[in-house]
């Protein structure tokens, strides 16, 4: 039995799903930079992006089926999560003025929002730690935790 073959720990399996949300994001970025498919970002994530070996490290393996479904999901609820986004921004900045990492950020999170049984507790502290992952020394992260907040008690109400 390779190492490959052995059971997934609870651990590996957070990871890759925090993976999978970091890739979705990047991916949703890829497509409104570059007017690709879904299809085509998917296969060029999971073909060159995901366990792919960098001078400065090596990519983690991302959770497939998670990266697949949040971008499938943002896609295709698009309209529907941008809207809860506007109403979870101030007046003055719609979605449209926002930072388009921050836009990709907020379609996968409220494609996990509104299309998954995840609790929303998690997925807002999941999609924070991206946001920090991005932005190190900025505010976005509280913008973040308060977008979501905002969007999660409008999705999924009987959580909070």
């Known amino acids: 039995m390779t190492s490959t073959d052995a059971p997934l720990s609870g651990n590996q399996k957070r990871k890759m799903k925090s993976a999978a949300r970091l890739y979705a994001v990047q991916a949703l970025f890829q497509m409104e930079q570059s ?23 090596e990519m983690v393996e991302g959770d497939a089926a998670l990266f697949r479904k949040l971008v499938s999901d ?7 999560i941008d809207q809860m986004t506007d109403r979870a921004l101030v ?20 494609a996990e929002l509104t299309q998954s049984t995840t609790p929303p507790k998690v997925v807002i502290s999941e999609f924070v730690d991206i ?21 999660a008690r409008e999705a999924r109400p009987e959580a909070f």
């Open 74 to 80: 943002a896609v295709n609820y698009q309209a529907r």
């Open 35 to 57: 007017g690709q498919t879904t299809d085509q970002v998917v296969r060029e994530f999971l073909d060159f992006r995901f366990g792919a070996e960098y001078e400065d490290g």
């Open 131 to 151: 946001a920090r992952a991005f932005f190190p020394d900025g505010k976005e992260p509280k913008f973040v935790n308060a977008v979501l907040d905002h969007m």
């Open 91 to 110: 007046a003055k900045w719609p979605i449209a003025r926002i930072d388009p990492t921050l836009r990709g950020l907020f379609r996968a999170a409220g």
